[in-house]
């Protein structure tokens, strides 16, 4: 999600939507209203990060089934937990409210970028 703001008073104007972007879509991406110069526009790239959930799965021999015909089967002999991805989630303090706003339950356009020394800390209700 890119997020594009007006750094006075950090009203939100407009969102990429999406949680990856090429270096190319970050670089080149750019919102501006009319009434705004280039350097009153912040540009806020909200950072991702995978999720990982811990998964069960299988520990496997190949044993001889039988020994006439020398049959070999993969054969269960324990279990251990491995790391799994489970998609992405926001890298910031303010994830459940980036979450929210991906997935329509509150609208972006009414928040407004929180900045503390110039950098974004988080969102308020206008």
């Given amino acids: 999600m890119i997020i594009f703001y007006e750094k006075k008073t950090g009203r939100i104007f407009g969102v990429i939507n999406g949680r990856k972007h090429d270096d190319n879509a970050i670089e080149n991406t750019w919102l501006q209203p009319g009434n705004l110069k280039k350097s009153e526009v912040g540009k806020y790239i909200v950072p991702f990060k995978t999720k990982y959930k811990m998964v069960k799965e299988p520990i496997t021999e190949l044993r001889v089934v039988d020994q006439e015909t020398m ?51 988080g969102f308020e209700k206008k």
């Avoid at 989630?89 to 503390?116: H, M, Q, R």
Wanted: charged share 40%.
């Fill in 71 to 121: 049959k070999v089967e993969k054969v269960k002999v324990g279990e251990k937990e491995v790391k799994q991805s489970a998609g992405m989630e926001p890298d910031v303090p303010f994830a459940d409210l980036v979450l929210d706003f991906e997935s329509g339950k509150k609208d972006i356009y009414d928040y407004k970028i929180k900045l503390k020394n110039g950098k974004v800390v």
